[in-house]
């Protein structure tokens, strides 16, 4: 990192992760795995962060988990995939209102807790 001039390393989940397994089993492996970043992490504070992974199958679970990353460990907010459920926030399907309202939601949370919530789109 030092010799390309990178001061901090923000880590985040490039796959979907607790989205791929039952809705029951998401929260607990987002959990596990947000856990498992943040001890990973702890020794170098000032060198690396996250970005919480978020059952979003569980919308009401992961606004929690996020609120629990940024207090426990300090996390700087969350990475969310564009499609939950093969739905993009907003397409009118079934989860629509679920997940708009959680979405509503995050972005309340990570006002409060001074972090962020980018979005990345998948087409």
């Known amino acids: ?4 001039g990178i001061t901090m390393q923000v880590l985040s989940v ?6 791929l397994v039952s809705v029951a089993a998401g929260p607990a492996f987002a959990t596990r795995y947000n856990d498992l ?6 020794a170098h504070p000032k060198r690396f962060t996250a970005f919480a992974h978020l059952p979003m199958t ?12 940024v207090k426990e460990h300090g996390f700087r907010g969350a990475m969310i ?14 989860n629509q209102r679920t997940l708009i309202d959680t979405f509503h939601q995050q972005l309340y ?15």
């Open 81 to 94: 995939r564009g499609l939950t459920n093969d739905q993009f926030l907003g397409n009118g399907g079934a």
């Open 1 to 4: 990192m030092d010799n390309t």
């Open 109 to 123: 949370i990570t006002t409060t807790c001074n972090c962020h919530a980018p979005f990345s789109p998948r087409y």
């Open 58 to 69: 569980a919308p009401l679970v992961a606004v929690d988990e996020l609120e629990r990353t």
């Open 14 to 19: 490039d796959s979907l992760g607790a989205n």
């Open 37 to 42: 970043i943040a001890k990973k992490i702890a």
